[in-house]
Protein backbone atom coordinates (compact mmCIF):
# COMPACT_ATOMS: atom_id res chain seq x y z
CA UNK A 1 0.00 0.00 0.00
CA UNK A 2 3.03 2.20 1.00
CA UNK A 3 4.59 1.27 -2.61
CA UNK A 4 1.54 2.53 -4.37
CA UNK A 5 1.01 5.58 -2.56
CA UNK A 6 4.58 6.59 -3.25
CA UNK A 7 3.63 6.01 -6.71
CA UNK A 8 0.47 7.88 -7.29
CA UNK A 9 1.94 10.81 -5.61
CA UNK A 10 5.00 11.13 -7.83
CA UNK A 11 3.05 10.75 -10.75
CA UNK A 12 1.36 13.89 -9.73
CA UNK A 13 4.48 15.67 -9.20
CA UNK A 14 5.02 14.16 -12.59
CA UNK A 15 1.65 15.61 -13.83
CA UNK A 16 2.36 19.06 -12.83
CA UNK A 17 5.76 19.59 -13.79
CA UNK A 18 4.03 18.93 -17.25
CA UNK A 19 1.53 21.40 -16.68
CA UNK A 20 3.22 24.21 -15.56
CA UNK A 21 3.16 27.43 -17.89
CA UNK A 22 6.43 27.83 -18.53
CA UNK A 23 5.65 31.61 -20.50
CA UNK A 24 4.91 32.44 -17.13
CA UNK A 25 8.09 31.21 -15.53
CA UNK A 26 9.96 33.36 -18.21
CA UNK A 27 7.69 36.34 -17.45
CA UNK A 28 8.76 36.14 -14.17
CA UNK A 29 12.35 35.68 -14.37
CA UNK A 30 12.32 38.56 -16.81
CA UNK A 31 9.82 40.73 -14.60
CA UNK A 32 12.73 40.00 -11.61
CA UNK A 33 15.87 41.23 -13.78
CA UNK A 34 13.48 44.01 -14.70
CA UNK A 35 13.14 44.87 -10.48
CA UNK A 36 17.23 44.22 -10.33
CA UNK A 37 18.24 46.32 -13.37
CA UNK A 38 16.36 49.30 -11.68
CA UNK A 39 18.08 48.72 -8.29
CA UNK A 40 14.76 47.86 -6.63
CA UNK A 41 15.45 45.38 -3.62
CA UNK A 42 13.13 41.87 -3.21
CA UNK A 43 10.77 41.31 0.05
CA UNK A 44 9.73 37.97 -0.09
CA UNK A 45 6.57 36.71 1.92
CA UNK A 46 5.26 33.49 2.84
CA UNK A 47 3.37 32.06 5.99
CA UNK A 48 3.47 28.40 7.05
CA UNK A 49 5.66 26.73 4.49
CA UNK A 50 6.16 29.37 2.05
CA UNK A 51 7.72 31.61 5.43
CA UNK A 52 10.02 28.60 5.16
CA UNK A 53 10.92 29.04 1.56
CA UNK A 54 11.05 32.85 2.32
CA UNK A 55 14.08 32.43 4.19
CA UNK A 56 15.86 29.56 1.86
CA UNK A 57 15.25 32.09 -1.21
CA UNK A 58 16.28 35.34 0.00
CA UNK A 59 19.32 33.43 0.86
CA UNK A 60 19.61 32.30 -2.81
CA UNK A 61 18.70 35.74 -4.51
CA UNK A 62 21.04 37.17 -2.72
CA UNK A 63 23.68 34.59 -2.87
CA UNK A 64 23.53 33.41 -6.71
CA UNK A 65 21.05 36.27 -8.48
CA UNK A 66 22.85 39.50 -6.94
CA UNK A 67 19.28 40.90 -5.15
CA UNK A 68 19.54 43.00 -2.27
CA UNK A 69 16.68 40.77 -0.75
CA UNK A 70 15.23 40.44 2.95
CA UNK A 71 11.67 37.95 4.10
CA UNK A 72 10.16 39.24 7.75
CA UNK A 73 10.00 36.35 8.93
CA UNK A 74 13.79 36.03 9.34
CA UNK A 75 13.64 38.62 12.54
CA UNK A 76 11.25 36.91 15.13
CA UNK A 77 12.09 40.30 17.39
CA UNK A 78 10.61 42.48 14.88
CA UNK A 79 7.74 40.19 13.63
CA UNK A 80 6.30 39.10 17.06
CA UNK A 81 6.25 42.69 18.45
CA UNK A 82 4.83 43.79 15.56
CA UNK A 83 1.94 41.19 16.03
CA UNK A 84 1.59 42.06 19.04
CA UNK A 85 1.39 45.41 18.97
CA UNK A 86 -0.54 46.03 15.21
CA UNK A 87 -2.13 42.32 14.58
CA UNK A 88 -1.69 39.64 12.36
CA UNK A 89 -3.45 40.85 9.65
CA UNK A 90 -1.27 44.26 9.24
CA UNK A 91 2.11 42.45 10.18
CA UNK A 92 3.66 42.58 6.77
CA UNK A 93 2.46 45.89 5.44
CA UNK A 94 3.41 47.31 8.47
CA UNK A 95 7.43 45.68 7.86
CA UNK A 96 7.32 46.68 4.47
CA UNK A 97 6.26 50.18 5.35
CA UNK A 98 8.96 50.64 7.89
CA UNK A 99 11.44 48.93 5.38
CA UNK A 100 10.25 51.83 3.43
CA UNK A 101 9.11 49.82 0.11
CA UNK A 102 9.27 51.90 -3.13
CA UNK A 103 8.10 51.76 -6.84
CA UNK A 104 11.61 50.09 -7.94
CA UNK A 105 11.25 47.31 -5.29
CA UNK A 106 9.40 43.82 -5.77
CA UNK A 107 7.48 41.55 -3.26
CA UNK A 108 7.77 38.29 -3.36
CA UNK A 109 4.75 35.71 -2.77
CA UNK A 110 4.69 32.61 -1.61
CA UNK A 111 1.38 31.18 -0.85
CA UNK A 112 -0.90 27.85 -1.68
CA UNK A 113 -4.16 29.85 -0.96
CA UNK A 114 -3.21 33.51 -2.52
CA UNK A 115 -5.01 35.58 0.13
CA UNK A 116 -8.37 36.13 0.28
CA UNK A 117 -10.03 38.90 2.37
CA UNK A 118 -13.69 37.38 2.33
CA UNK A 119 -12.42 34.15 3.27
CA UNK A 120 -10.29 34.88 6.16
CA UNK A 121 -7.33 33.55 4.21
CA UNK A 122 -4.03 35.22 4.79
CA UNK A 123 -4.99 38.63 5.20
CA UNK A 124 -1.94 39.26 6.50
CA UNK A 125 -0.53 38.67 2.58
CA UNK A 126 -3.74 40.62 1.05
CA UNK A 127 -3.01 43.79 3.46
CA UNK A 128 0.86 43.48 2.16
CA UNK A 129 -0.37 43.07 -1.75
CA UNK A 130 -2.86 46.25 -1.15
CA UNK A 131 0.28 48.44 0.19
CA UNK A 132 2.51 47.18 -2.11
CA UNK A 133 -0.01 47.94 -5.36
CA UNK A 134 -0.57 51.28 -3.84
CA UNK A 135 3.02 52.27 -4.01
CA UNK A 136 3.48 50.97 -6.99
CA UNK A 137 6.06 48.18 -6.43
CA UNK A 138 6.48 45.02 -9.05
CA UNK A 139 4.27 42.06 -7.06
CA UNK A 140 5.16 38.51 -7.98
CA UNK A 141 4.80 34.78 -6.56
CA UNK A 142 4.34 31.60 -6.82
CA UNK A 143 0.65 30.24 -5.76
CA UNK A 144 -1.99 27.17 -6.09
CA UNK A 145 -4.76 26.64 -6.44
CA UNK A 146 -6.75 29.42 -8.70
CA UNK A 147 -4.04 32.10 -7.34
CA UNK A 148 -6.52 33.98 -4.93
CA UNK A 149 -5.85 37.39 -4.63
CA UNK A 150 -2.26 37.35 -5.52
CA UNK A 151 -3.60 36.14 -9.06
CA UNK A 152 -5.44 39.29 -9.38
CA UNK A 153 -2.88 41.86 -8.45
CA UNK A 154 0.36 40.09 -9.74
CA UNK A 155 2.75 41.53 -12.23
CA UNK A 156 3.63 38.43 -12.65
CA UNK A 157 2.47 35.28 -11.37
CA UNK A 158 2.57 31.20 -11.31
CA UNK A 159 0.27 28.75 -10.51
CA UNK A 160 0.89 25.42 -9.42
CA UNK A 161 -1.76 23.65 -11.06
CA UNK A 162 -3.97 21.22 -8.67
CA UNK A 163 -4.16 17.77 -9.91
CA UNK A 164 -5.21 16.22 -6.49
CA UNK A 165 -7.76 18.40 -4.48
CA UNK A 166 -6.33 16.33 -1.66
CA UNK A 167 -2.96 16.93 -1.70
CA UNK A 168 -2.93 20.69 -2.92
CA UNK A 169 -0.83 22.21 0.12
CA UNK A 170 2.13 19.55 -0.31
CA UNK A 171 2.07 20.18 -4.52
CA UNK A 172 2.15 23.57 -4.14
CA UNK A 173 5.43 24.51 -1.25
CA UNK A 174 7.50 21.76 -3.38
CA UNK A 175 6.88 23.45 -6.79
CA UNK A 176 7.32 26.36 -5.15
CA UNK A 177 10.96 25.39 -4.40
CA UNK A 178 11.14 23.95 -7.58
CA UNK A 179 10.47 27.17 -9.27
CA UNK A 180 12.55 29.60 -7.23
CA UNK A 181 15.58 27.33 -7.87
CA UNK A 182 14.64 27.61 -11.30
CA UNK A 183 14.56 30.86 -11.06
CA UNK A 184 18.17 31.65 -9.20
CA UNK A 185 19.50 29.04 -11.93
CA UNK A 186 17.98 30.93 -14.81
CA UNK A 187 20.72 33.00 -17.27
CA UNK A 188 18.44 36.22 -17.19
CA UNK A 189 18.93 36.09 -13.13
CA UNK A 190 22.34 34.16 -12.31
CA UNK A 191 25.30 35.87 -11.20
CA UNK A 192 27.47 33.14 -9.44
CA UNK A 193 27.62 29.49 -9.73
CA UNK A 194 26.12 27.49 -6.89
CA UNK A 195 28.97 25.30 -5.10
CA UNK A 196 28.89 22.18 -6.11
CA UNK A 197 28.41 23.56 -9.82
CA UNK A 198 31.69 25.53 -9.31
CA UNK A 199 33.64 23.11 -7.63
CA UNK A 200 36.00 20.25 -9.32
Known amino acids: MTGSFARQYLDEAVRIAAALDTDAIEHLAATLAC???RGGRLFVLGVGGGAGHASHAVNDFRKLAGFEAYAPTDNVSELTARVNDEGWDGVFAAWLKGSRL???????VFS???GSLEKNISPNLVKALQHAKSIGSTIVG????????MATVADAC???PTVNANAV???TEA??????????????????????????
Open 35 to 37: VRA
Open 169 to 171: TPH
Open 112 to 114: VGG
Open 102 to 108: RPEDGVF
Open 175 to 200: FQAVIWHLLVSHPALQTAPAKWESTP
Open 158 to 160: VIV
Open 142 to 149: VVGRDGGF
